[in-house]
């Protein structure tokens, strides 16, 4: 008959985690600041049924632009419209014309 022995430790090897870039936190319009047919600099909601525009204050695009540490950080942004929180890459914002939702 055999013995069993316990394998102690024998466990998978500890991994070492990679390191993230820091989620920035940025300063973006309300809604009442937006202005109809202007454009700001910002990212579209990626809320499927919003999918409207998310607008950095001009303050905000100074201060990310300057900072140091990686090249491209996250910004963990809640959508004015919808409140949907989401990470949006500081690199994918582009110029976008608001247009405020129709009536319907």
């Known amino acids: ?3 069993k022995r316990t394998h102690k430790g024998r ?3 500890a991994r070492k985690s990679a390191s993230t870039a820091p ?3 940025v300063e973006i319009l309300r809604v009442a600041e937006l ?3 202007h ?3 910002g990212w579209l909601c990626k809320n499927r049924g919003c999918g409207r525009l998310i607008a950095l204050t001009p303050g905000s695009l100074a201060a990310i632009g300057s900072s140091a540490g990686f090249g491209d950080p996250l ?3 809640r959508c004015p419209h919808c409140g949907e929180e989401d ?3 500081f690199s994918a914002r582009t110029e976008i014309v608001y247009a405020p939702a129709g009536p319907g």
């Open 1 to 3: 008959m055999a013995i």
């Open 11 to 13: 466990s998978t090897p």
């Open 23 to 25: 989620i920035r936190h």
């Open 35 to 37: 202005v109809p047919n």
């Open 39 to 41: 454009t700001h600099t």
């Open 75 to 77: 910004s963990a942004i």
């Open 87 to 89: 990470l949006y890459r």
